[in-house]
């Protein structure tokens, strides 16, 4: 046997060392390419390959199995755990282990190569607890393995100590007074999940230590199976757990008043809205639908002297002409039918600060008629009303409408044209200010994840296809396609897969100068199944379209478990 070889990298010094002590647990590292750049002594042992021979090369090398060959799980989801292989020794023979493995990533979320874990089989059931509490400790992670009713039966040392309490004294705790009652108290969505055999992933939660102070975390959650030989007899529920300031990973996205964008288009826009501090002139905000003009506008409002007035939104388009005139200028009590009160209207609740007026290019020739004289004289009259009221407003108008044609086809005033289009500004569309995409994307999914109580990450597939879409809907489209994937995904990667029909598929469109390319998922129809697997997966597919892809459903049909299920489409990528 030779002695244990490493590609040298100072920052991973501290984790070989401790991985070193496992005894009976094979490890190697890879980089980003999946080349092999440290191999431990006991995985030698185990696959009886020199690390001399390996390094340097791709893991498939040293990992040679059948699994492997159908695509990496670390690279796809970030991690796998305990995933049972069959290797093919050098001597040829086979060798049945358990594989566990993390990716790890940069400062900037980008996976940098993978830490992962060997061990044989029939060692499975007997691992000793001190080599998981230093895997798990080297990798920031802590656990809770608790009965069905939800108390602890055992925690990590890390866990203990976080809390603040002996870790004899956590033994028996209701995991709800750890982890709280909103996730697990005794009537909690999350705790009818898992009796019902689902996981859930990436989940926001706050561990209270004995001094009242929270610990943000995140923590996925899984049954154990009855049948599971885990250490603790009666065990039905783990918990691993992480520190919230870790999945965050990076530092806050900069951003101007709100608007995330580092492009020389949109710092223009930036630096033209520092200069207008000062400045009260009408603003005519242009730009495609979803590109963020009322962002634009709210932070003209911000960044002006008129921030600590009220910033009021109007959008022209959603009311017919008779009810926006009303809401625009107010009306008196007997004006029209149904005008029981008097009523202002938004120009007098934005007085003092700024009226922001979108979609200005639907507004009807009559109502053009008065915010020209509104913007002219600075008053107006209330509907049903003969005395004028003076108003301090500064106008911002947007829309996505070409005005200066609108103008040429008679649609729209020339003169309330030019009052509006004093200083101009125009928000590109995404496509045209792609340099912005990968701050945007983390932007979004982590205001998105905050919303919705997850902590949400991308796989490299699904990041590669968001910045190859076009966008033609925009910063709006992206918001919604992430939710819509977010909704999607089982845990907290959200995978290409995930992502609404075609932006995985299509790439963008030539005209803009993109190459077109695609985004697959490697399935296994590229390989050669047994025809018993063949046979399976087809029962499988059948069982998905007869239940309209509900998996709980299906699984019925098929007369297993929703988690027997969900792991055989993840082995035949279904």
């Known amino acids: 046997m030779t002695n244990q070889q490493t590609v040298p990298e100072p920052a991973a010094a501290p984790r070989l060392e401790l991985l070193t002590d496992l005894a009976g647990v094979g490890w190697f590292e890879t980089d980003a390419q999946r080349n092999l750049t440290a191999v431990s002594p006991e995985l030698e042992r185990i696959t009886g390959f020199d690390a001399a021979e390996v390094l340097g090369k791709p893991c498939i090398s040293l990992i040679r ?107 028996g705790l209701p995991v709800a007074q750890l982890l709280g009652d909103k996730l697990f108290g005794p009537d909690s969505p999350l705790r009818v999940a898992i009796a019902e055999g689902e996981r859930r992933e990436g989940l926001s939660a706050a561990l209270h230590a004995m001094d009242g102070r929270p610990l943000p975390v995140s923590i996925s959650v899984g049954p154990i199976a009855a049948d599971t030989h885990c250490g603790d007899a009666g065990a039905r529920i783990a918990i691993m757990i992480r520190p919230e300031d870790e999945t965050a990973g990076r530092d806050e996205i900069p951003s101007f008043a709100g608007i995330v964008g580092r492009s020389a288009s949109m710092q223009r826009i930036f630096r033209l809205i520092d200069l207008l501090h000062d400045n009260d002139a009408t603003i005519l905000v242009t730009g495609e639908s979803g590109t963020g003009k009322e962002l634009v506008a709210r932070a003209l409002h911000a960044r002006s002297s008129r921030a600590d007035g009220p910033f009021v939104a109007v959008n022209c388009a959603a009311l017919p002409a008779e009810l926006l005139e009303s809401e625009l200028f107010g009306h008196v009590r007997g004006a029209f039918t149904g005008a029981v009160r008097d009523r202002p209207g938004r120009f007098e609740l934005a007085d003092g600060g700024t009226l922001f007026l979108d979609e200005i290019g639907d507004l009807a020739p009559a109502l053009q008629v008065k915010l020209l004289r ?23 108008a947007a829309t996505h409408i070409d005005l200066a044609r609108a103008v040429s086809l008679g649609q729209f005033r020339e003169d309330l044209y030019y009052r509006l289009r004093v200083v101009p500004i125009h928000v590109p569309p995404l496509r045209e200010r792609r340099d912005d995409l990968t701050l945007l994307i983390p932007h979004l999914l982590r205001k998105i994840g905050q919303r919705r109580g997850r902590a949400l990450r991308l796989a490299p597939a699904a990041f590669e296809a968001l910045l190859a879409w076009d966008w033609p809907g925009n910063v709006r489209e992206l918001e919604n396609a992430l939710e819509y994937a977010t909704a999607l995904c089982e845990g907290q990667t959200i995978h290409a897969t995930d992502l609404p029909a075609g932006i995985a598929i299509e790439g963008p469109s030539p005209e803009h100068g ?60 279904i």
């Open 65 to 171: 199995c059948r699994e492997c060959l159908r695509g990496c799980g670390v690279f796809r989801n970030g991690r796998i755990d305990d995933t049972r292989l069959t290797l093919y020794r050098k001597d040829g023979s086979e060798i049945d282990v358990i594989r566990s493995g993390i990716a790890l990533r940069d400062d900037a979320g980008e996976i940098m190569g993978s830490l992962e874990t060997v061990r044989l089989a029939d060692q499975a059931g007997a691992s000793p607890p001190a080599q998981v509490e230093t895997l798990l400790g080297s990798l920031g992670r802590m656990y809770i393995i608790a009965d069905g009713e939800m108390r602890v039966m055992s925690a990590s040392a890390t866990l203990a100590e976080a809390v603040g309490l002996a870790a004899d004294a956590i033994t």
């Open 374 to 396: 509104v913007l002219q004289e600075r008053t107006f009259e209330r509907v049903g009303e003969t005395r004028p009221r003076a108003v301090d407003v500064r106008v911002i």
């Open 514 to 573: 993109f190459a077109r390319h695609a985004v697959h998922e490697t399935t296994l129809d590229a390989f050669a199944l047994t025809p018993g697997q063949h046979a399976e997966v087809q029962r499988i597919r059948d069982a998905l379209e007869r239940a309209h892809y509900r998996r709980d459903h299906a699984a019925k049909l098929l007369g297993i478990s929703r988690t027997t299920l969900w792991r055989k489409m993840k082995e035949y990528r």
